[in-house]
């Protein structure tokens, strides 16, 4: 099952996405995924093809400012919340996507998560790895150094840095074929570094927690979550009390897994992500 790339301009800012298209029933809600700070759509090769294969189309854009995406100046996009919440509506309504289940990931995967509060009609269902969801999550201090100023500026133009941040967070290497995808953006422009500093500088992740935290007392669709449980950077606890406080919520636990999980272990996370994207209230 192949996943295809393409690239759409929306509002002046060109997105390039990847896509698996189903084989079989298409009664079923698309699916869009959603990654996290240093990542790209990449990082969800191994569990797109699997959607399309249940009959289930899957969309893994990468984020304004990543991966192959456009990397504008922070004159001309803002790199908050905001920016990248309203950039994201654009490209919903330029795939046409009206009804979806949306997958997040990381941090910036929060931002999917924010959006999901403001346009809830649109959810489906939600799954939830190792995000930021709680005043309790702090930005680690190896993403944080990063926004730092004058070492953030050097920092984030070493392409290296993807490989450190990747490694450290998910706690497994990371073969040299995979790591020359994630590096390439970095060798072809400095505008990724420029991109990745700003929207740590940017990422607002306080204010975010707090419009998370309360927002989703009060949300009804289906939430899985599914846990790293060696993330060093985001412990269970989190992802605990967020279950507990959460109607209709379920927390899948992972062992030996860490940050992010969708890298080494997308078996484990697709044996409840693939049924749980089919609920009938995905209709």
């Known amino acids: 099952m192949s996943i295809t790339e393409h690239k ?20 079923l809600a698309p699916v869009l995924l959603l990654h ?23 969309i893994a854009p990468d984020w304004i400012g990543y991966g192959f995406s456009a990397k504008p100046e922070k004159r001309d996009f803002a790199y908050t919340p905001d920016a990248f919440i309203t950039a994201l509506e654009g490209f919903i309504k330029a795939l046409e996507l009206e009804h979806f289940s949306l997958v997040v990931q990381g941090f910036l995967g929060s931002v999917g998560l924010q959006y999901a509060l403001r346009y809830p009609e649109q959810i489906a269902n939600l ?9 309790a999550a702090k930005l680690p201090w190896k993403i944080k150094q990063m926004g730092l100023p004058l070492a953030g500026e050097v920092m984030t133009q070493d392409p290296l840095l993807v490989d450190r941040t990747l490694e450290a967070g998910s706690r497994y290497r990371i073969g040299d074929k995979e790591l020359d995808i994630y590096r390439k953006p970095f060798l072809k422009s400095s505008s990724s570094g420029r991109s990745l500093l700003s929207s740590i500088r940017n990422l607002q992740l306080d204010s ?13 669709q289906p939430i899985l979550i599914q846990w790293g449980m060696i993330d060093p950077w985001l412990p269970v606890d989190i992802a605990e009390n967020f279950a507990n406080s959460v109607p209709n919520s379920e927390l899948i636990k992972l062992n030996n897994v860490g940050h992010y999980p969708q890298e080494h272990y997308h078996e484990a996370i697709l044996q409840d992500l693939l ?9």
Request: aromatic share 12%; proline share 5%; charged share 20%.
């Open 8 to 27: 759409i301009n929306v509002d002046s800012l060109e997105w390039f996405y990847r896509e698996s298209l189903p084989i079989g029933r298409t009664d």
């Open 36 to 58: 996290g700070l240093v990542s790209q759509s990449y990082s969800w090769r191994n569990i797109m093809p699997a959607f399309a294969s249940q009959g289930t189309r899957a």
């Open 127 to 135: 799954a939830i790895l190792n995000t930021p969801i709680s005043t």
């Open 208 to 220: 975010a927690m707090q419009e998370i935290e309360s927002g989703f007392k009060e949300w009804q």
């Open 275 to 283: 049924p749980f994207v089919r609920r009938k209230d995905a209709h």
